[in-house]
């Protein structure tokens, strides 16, 4: 009996997870009031955020579930473990992917409209390494990716950033200059200053 193969997708889901474990463990020392490149929020905001979508939401995702009320209303930043408690989810979300049923069919994106799964997982995958991106920024500290990751981060943001852009989690585009690596592109093109620090 062979094992079914998962989308190449996962590979890069799995290496973000692990960069974003490294980045949340980096980050526990930071005041939650600091700055971030997302200057609507401090640094408490895009955390709850982050791990809320990214890791929860992931899980949700791949199980065809609501997230529940209690967890859209929880403040994950101020658990004293939060950097471990988001790995310990992102595990789960991990794992809840690995099953190839939850990659078969279409995800309810809200609102009664459908999305492809595979589209649906990019953007998480686009969210976990952009707003990664953004907290190790705020907490001085780089997210190290591999490069078939950025490559394909980078494909998701030509890909989605209007649809971003149009419920405002995109800001406007920079710009970008042949030879650049492709994670700076994907952050320029997402409407963020690689040289950003607090």
């Known amino acids: 009996m062979t094992t079914p193969t998962?989308?190449?997708l996962y590979t890069d889901l799995a290496d973000a997870a692990r960069a974003a474990t490294a980045v949340a463990r980096g980050a526990a020392a930071t005041p939650l009031?600091?700055?971030t490149?997302?200057?609507e929020w401090d640094l408490r905001t895009l955390v709850d955020h982050w791990v809320l979508y990214t890791s929860y939401g992931l899980e949700h995702r791949a199980r065809r579930a609501d997230l529940p009320e209690e967890l859209v209303a929880r403040d994950f930043a101020a658990e004293p473990d939060w950097p471990q408690?988001?790995?310990?989810?992102?595990?789960?979300?991990?794992?809840a992917w690995r099953e190839p049923a939850a990659w078969q069919g279409e995800v309810d994106f809200g609102g009664g409209s459908t999305m492809?799964?595979?589209a649906v997982v990019g953007m998480n995958l686009a969210e976990l390494v952009l707003h990664g991106w953004d907290?190790?920024?705020?907490?001085?500290?780089?997210?190290?990716?591999?490069d078939g990751t950025a490559r394909t981060v980078l494909g998701l943001v030509e890909q989605f950033a209007e649809m971003f852009r149009e419920y405002a989690g995109f800001a406007d585009p920079l710009p970008v200059e042949d030879g650049m690596p492709?994670?700076?592109?994907a952050l320029r093109l997402s409407g963020r200053d690689p040289l950003w620090r607090p």
């Not at 408690?85 to 794992?95: P, V």
């Open 37 to 39: 490149p997302a200057t």
């Open 116 to 118: 492809p799964v595979e």
């Open 135 to 146: 907290v190790a920024a705020a907490t001085g500290q780089t997210i190290e990716i591999g």
């Open 33 to 35: 009031d600091s700055p």
């Open 85 to 95: 408690r988001y790995a310990e989810q992102l595990d789960r979300a991990l794992a």
């Open 6 to 8: 998962l989308p190449a």
């Open 182 to 185: 492709p994670l700076e592109r």
